[in-house]
């Protein structure tokens, strides 16, 4: 299998690296859409599979089981489909409806929560599921985006890329989530650039960064607990955007990079953009920003004006109470 496996690797890694029209500072993205089945996370479960087929955990008659809001269980599905192996994916009602038709074609079975933890999420109902899944299913193996090493150190070629293709890099932005991106980007950069400022976006409601929990609409970045693997992070700034920035940031990354992206890349863009104006840096400073994914699998929330204008109504509503 790790063979097989391994031809995987020549369609992860290596994406674009293009240079976005901005007047006050350079911006650079990394397109990490490009990767094998379509998302940053191809990294991750590459690496979380790979090291468990390694180390005898996963065999040819293994079941893979994840928790995940959409790109991780698409990246593992992926390499399951492609490995013959059965896969498990636990998901919530916040997944994008293509994500979850795809799922449905690509897994063995779909597990879905409709349950809120007590922070007002999905996550913890989702993990509480896959260990009980895993106490049950024989030769079963646990794809951990949160807790598993392997996760971050997926991110290390990334890291290697970004440091070889830009010379006077000042600051690298990258969302949060299960934070394998972050922390594997911040370490491997580090390790030969300490100088680069990493800066993490995360959204208003995740607790991450021990903010108060709030009931969150959007997929893909942010969190209802902090992610053991963040430990490690090495993490200079960190900013916090509204659900209805992660809007304005797709749409704004739309209308001025004619770049159709998703949610975390929408938050990234809208923090990088608005980062200098309240933080002084001499000269023109020069950024990376971290795009994870496409935006097509958010036509029917973040690209949906009617989608938008409810949950603007709701989160209206919830201050006003």
């Excluded at 859409?33 to 690496?47: L, T, V, W």
């Excluded at 690298?172 to 580090?190: L, M, N, P």
């Excluded at 950024?287 to 603007?312: A, C, M, R, V």
């Amino acid at each position: 299998m790790l063979k097989k496996l391994e031809r995987l690797a020549a369609f992860i890694g290596n994406t674009p690296l293009m240079e976005l029209h901005n007047t006050d500072t350079r911006l650079f993205a990394k397109l990490e859409y490009n990767n094998f089945s379509g998302s940053s996370k191809d990294r991750a479960a590459y690496s979380i599979v790979y090291h468990g087929i390694k180390t005898g955990r996963i065999n040819e008659h293994s079941t893979i089981i994840a928790s995940s809001s959409g790109n991780l269980a698409i990246a593992v599905a992926s390499i399951c489909k492609n490995l013959g192996l059965k896969f498990i994916p636990v998901i919530d009602p916040n997944i994008n409806s293509a994500y979850e038709s795809l799922l449905n074609l690509l897994s063995h079975k779909v597990v879905k929560v409709t349950e809120r933890d007590h922070t007002g999420g999905y996550l913890l109902t989702r993990i509480d599921v896959v260990n009980k899944l895993h106490a049950t299913i024989e030769n079963s193996f646990i794809a951990d985006q949160y807790g598993d090493p392997n996760n971050y150190k997926g991110y290390f070629g990334l890291g290697r890329e970004i440091v070889r293709s830009i010379e006077d890099l000042d600051y690298i932005f990258v969302a949060v989530s299960s934070s394998g991106a972050i922390t594997g980007i911040s370490r491997s950069v580090k390790a030969e650039r300490p100088d680069i400022k990493i800066i993490g976006v995360d959204v208003e409601g995740s607790v991450i960064f021990n903010a108060p929990p709030v009931k969150r609409y959007i997929s893909g970045i942010g969190a209802s607990q902090v992610p053991p693997i963040i430990e490690n992070a090495l993490i200079d700034d960190v900013v916090i955007v509204s659900q209805m920035d992660i809007i304005r940031g797709c749409f704004e990354l739309l209308n001025e990079q004619v770049i159709f992206a998703g949610a975390s890349s929408g938050a990234v863009y809208y923090a990088a953009k608005n980062y200098f104006k309240d933080n002084k840096h001499s000269g023109i400073p020069s950024s990376l920003l971290i795009f994870p994914d496409k935006g097509h699998t958010y036509l029917d929330t973040i690209y949906n004006k009617k989608w938008g204008e409810q949950l603007e109504a709701k989160l209206e509503s919830t201050i006003t109470v």
